[in-house]
């Protein structure tokens, strides 16, 4: 049990666990138009993703990370070799995998890309002052969200367009609803966690805005509301089931562990283990 806590520790603080993520669920978009896995495209969301993460880290290091509160942040920033190396290699393994992807999806990556970096940057006005758009009240959920969608399912579509593969307008609108209300369900709990911190930085998230019980509360609510699109959706019955039992999954990790240890500042990493949770269920249902 203590070397398995060690390596959810370390899969967690090396960003390594968000990138499996990223790659499960851009996986799981070729399962849904049953198509064959594009891994150049797969390998590029994982790469790309971890070196987002980790360029994120480092913008957001403190003056004396030992000091902070976070046994991650004291973590990662004594073992920084390893955010270094781990971003070298994610270098390495864009490079060799942009050479493999049509030019019109690398310029959607890149898009997708400055998305993400801006939003910690001051680029719109607003109260008389510059700011990101972390900053814009209730906007952090859904720009997280939004980001992931496009990278997720966009990305890989649009490589298989260009391949000269069909792709069902349905089954598409039908996969980026359910995807940004699943991503905005796996999102919340992190709000949830990190209200008083993100109070002490004046950052306005729905938590902050709504109260942790009704933010809690939205969370089974959308759990609900992506259950039932699923069942009316004309997707794959196992497709269908696969998500299904994965909600299912989730209900019972929000109610039994991460809601009821809110104090516990790891638990709410499951529900990044949820997203690769999902790719693996259906997958091995179909």
């Known amino acids: 049990m203590k070397r398995l806590k060690q390596v959810y520790y370390f899969l967690i603080y090396t960003n390594l666990l968000i990138a499996g993520a990223a790659v499960a669920q851009c996986a799981l978009t070729y399962l849904f138009f049953n198509a064959p896995f594009d891994y150049p495209i797969i390998i590029v969301e994982g790469a790309a993703t971890l070196l987002l993460y980790n360029f994120s880290m480092l913008l957001s290091k403190p003056k004396t990370p030992q000091k902070s509160v976070y046994k991650r942040t004291r973590w990662i920033f004594r073992n920084g070799w390893l955010l270094w190396l781990n971003s070298g290699l994610a270098v390495f393994i864009l490079i060799y995998a942009v050479f493999h992807i049509h030019l019109y999806s690398l310029l959607l990556l890149g898009l997708i890309g400055l998305m993400s970096i801006v939003y910690s940057f001051p680029i719109l006005p607003y109260r008389g002052k510059w700011v990101g758009l972390r900053q ?151």
């Open 136 to 286: 814009l009240p209730g906007l952090k959920v859904f720009h997280i969200a939004w980001v992931w969608t496009l990278s997720s399912v966009c990305l890989p579509v649009l490589e298989l367009y260009l391949d000269g593969i069909p792709v069902d307008i349905h089954v598409l609108s039908t996969l980026f609803v359910l995807k940004f209300i699943f991503l905005l369900i796996c999102t919340l709990p992190f709000d949830i966690r990190d209200i008083q911190q993100d109070s002490y930085y004046h950052l306005k998230t729905i938590p902050n805005m709504i109260g942790a019980n009704r933010a809690i509360l939205l969370c089974y609510t959308l759990l609900i509301a992506h259950s039932l699109i699923v069942l009316l959706s004309a997707i794959q019955l196992n497709v269908q089931i696969g998500i299904l039992v994965t909600n299912l999954l989730i209900a019972v990790v929000l109610k039994q562990v991460v809601f009821r240890n809110a104090n516990r500042y790891h638990y709410a990493f499951l529900l990044d283990f949820a997203l690769i949770a999902q790719f693996l269920i259906v997958y091995l249902l179909l």
